[in-house]
């Protein structure tokens, strides 16, 4: 059975730096996209990034270039994202998803892919 647990959300000050895991379960990271989503409260899930199944490109939303960093680690199954620089703006729950159905490329994956239950990012000004 396919399973991802994201760790690591929190609250921060703005400027702050978290880091987000997703573990993965029942595949193997370098088989699929995978990318991280966030959703806050009262807006549209959006896209933050997604690295490729062979690990050697990924894509970011601009409201997060240069700040966010997607990465995986193969042989613990799991993919990271490292946010630097940290704003108010970024709050929200984050969601790791992995697949290949949909524009991975645009950051827009189908619903039916695999999904996290999420952990929740909280930036305080």
């Known amino acids: 059975q396919v399973q991802l647990v994201e760790s690591g959300g929190g609250s921060v000050q703005a400027g702050g730096s978290l880091k987000l895991s997703c573990a993965a379960y029942g595949y193997t990271v370098g088989t699929v996209y995978m990318g991280w989503f966030r959703q806050a409260p009262g807006k549209e899930r959006e896209g933050v990034a997604v690295?490729?199944?062979?690990?050697?490109?990924?894509v970011y939303a601009d409201s997060v270039k240069g700040r966010f960093t997607i990465s995986r680690d193969s042989a613990q199954n799991t993919v990271y994202l490292i946010m630097d620089r940290l704003q108010p703006a970024d709050t929200a729950m984050y969601y790791c998803?992995?697949?290949?159905?949909?524009?991975?490329?645009?950051?827009?994956?189908?619903?039916?892919?695999?999904w996290g239950q999420g952990t929740q990012v909280t930036v305080s000004s």
């Open positions: 998803a992995a697949g290949r159905g949909g524009a991975w490329y645009a950051l827009k994956p189908d619903d039916d892919n695999y």
């Open positions: 690295i490729w199944p062979r690990g050697d490109f990924a």
